[in-house]
């Protein structure tokens, strides 16, 4: 044999010793398992076609990303571990250097199918996805599956107390085409590790729920059959903090400022702005209320109706005060003064309840103003003409009494009729507005307190779904 051939011969089989790697005692229990005459991944893991695979799945939710109330679904963070038992998948750890555990993919073994109902996301309708993640297997045979999800659900918005709403979301985990007789799906207890919020929401507690639903004869010929379901609950509650302090509270003060224009005098200029400014800003808030509830909702919010009949007394307020000015400063006498019993209850009785200045009473103001000091010979005539400066520092009822002693007629014959009628306007226009300011005031003050009343009644949150809740 020649030197070049020898040299050929030893360095191949120095190669081929180099090349190969011995199998580590892990790698030994895979390729037995995977390697089996009879294993086939598509097949359940049961040596009886009669015997049921039991699949226990337990849910840890560590975050909520989003509840989107306009569109009715609730985007949360995850852990989930599945659990099940496959006998063919078994070993002696002895045979196997004492190896009891092994790490296999989704793909190469039987996981089950299970899939999310009431996913509004195509993405997230498999829990669990063959494509990715790993599972535990153990040498009795039994799997674990742990794999993280972020899952978009619908969630049903009731927002009938609004801000101080409950919101409970439901996850609906069933086994894919698998009926009870062959899978079995029973979810845990969930465990969340608080707090699980936002800058809105906090969770307030979660539950899980196991039952059969019977599934319709869509094949021909066969019995109707039950397919097992697991229903998650999680119920959260809005920290209302945030609205009332930019909506309730902004609203409540734009109504009072409203309605202390009727306390402002006719003749004051800024008192009809002032009220239309009120109404525009109660209607930037009913934008803010509608963009901020969901665009369509059969449970109107309790706080929507309250800015609703809010808004409409401030409206009401501008055309109120319109025709109060119109009152004191138009030129068309009141129809209503020709009645005797009218002109004594708004002239004289309800002024003296409001504590204003009666008719009579302006008369003798307005005919006190006219007076001229006199002559100091009149002594007599004198003594009862009160000084300009003594009536500006005293209050108007008393202003009149050192004219007492002149008879009320006898004054009220020096003023003509038209000057009369001025008065008698501007009389009805202040008792008036006093009146529409105090009927203003106890609707507002009674339209608060049903409010309250009505939110106090918040039962919490209910679900067909979730039977304690």
Aim: glycine share 4%.
């Amino acid at each position: 044999m020649s030197t070049a051939a020898l040299f050929v011969i030893v360095f191949s089989r120095s190669i081929g010793t180099h090349g190969q790697f011995p199998l580590s005692e892990e790698s030994r229990v895979r390729s037995f398992l995977l390697n089996q005459a009879n294993y086939s991944s598509r097949d359940r893991p049961v040596f009886n076609s009669n015997d049921t695979v039991e699949v226990t799945l337990e849910l840890s939710l560590y975050a909520m990303i989003e509840l989107n109330e306009k569109n009715g679904f609730i985007t949360t963070a995850s852990w989930c571990t599945v659990v099940w038992n496959d006998p063919r998948l078994r070993w002696d750890p002895l045979d196997y250097g004492g190896v009891d555990l092994v790490i296999m993919y989704n793909d190469e073994i039987w996981t089950p199918k299970i899939q999310l109902s009431n996913s509004v996301s195509p993405e997230s309708v498999g829990v669990i996805s063959p494509d990715r993640g790993s599972v535990l297997l153990t040498s009795n045979g039994s799997v674990n599956l742990g794999t993280a999800l972020i899952v978009s659900t619908y969630c049903r918005i009731s927002i009938r107390y609004f801000p101080f709403d409950y919101q409970v979301c439901t996850f609906l985990l069933t086994p894919e085409n698998q009926f009870t007789n062959h899978v079995k799906l029973t979810i845990l207890e969930t465990v969340y590790q608080p707090p699980i919020a936002t800058n809105e929401w906090d969770l307030v507690d979660a539950s899980a729920y196991n039952s059969d639903f019977l599934v319709l004869d869509y094949l021909v010929n066969r019995p109707e059959l039950n397919v097992s379901m697991g229903t998650l609950c999680v119920r959260f509650k809005r920290d209302p903090r945030y609205y009332l302090l930019t909506l309730v509270l902004p609203s409540i003060l734009l109504s009072l400022l409203a309605f202390v224009t009727f306390l402002a005098p006719t003749d004051s200029g800024e008192r009809i702005s002032l009220g239309v400014s009120m109404v525009l800003g109660l209607t930037v808030f009913q934008l803010v209320v509608l963009d901020t509830l969901p665009a369509a909702s059969k449970d109107t919010p309790i706080l929507g109706k309250f800015l609703q009949i809010n808004f409409a007394l401030t409206c009401l307020a501008v055309p109120l005060s319109v025709g109060n000015i119109n009152i004191a400063y138009g030129d068309n006498k009141l129809p209503m003064m020709k009645w005797a019993w009218f002109r004594r209850m708004i002239l004289e009785t309800l002024p003296r309840r409001l504590e204003l200045p009666t008719y009579k009473e302006r008369v003798r103001m307005e005919s006190a103003i006219d007076v001229r000091p006199m002559s100091a010979a009149d002594d007599d005539t004198a003594a009862i003409q009160p000084s300009t400066l003594a009536m500006e520092r005293t209050p108007a009822r008393k202003q009149i009494q050192p004219i007492s002693i002149v008879s009320t007629g006898t004054v009220d014959e020096e003023l003509s009729p038209r000057e009369k009628a001025k008065l008698e306007a501007r009389t009805v226009a202040l008792v008036l507005d006093r009146m529409v300011y105090g009927c203003f005031l106890v609707a507002f003050i009674s339209l608060l307190v049903g409010m309250s009343v009505a939110l106090l009644q918040n039962p919490g949150a209910s679900s067909i779904e979730c039977p304690s809740i």
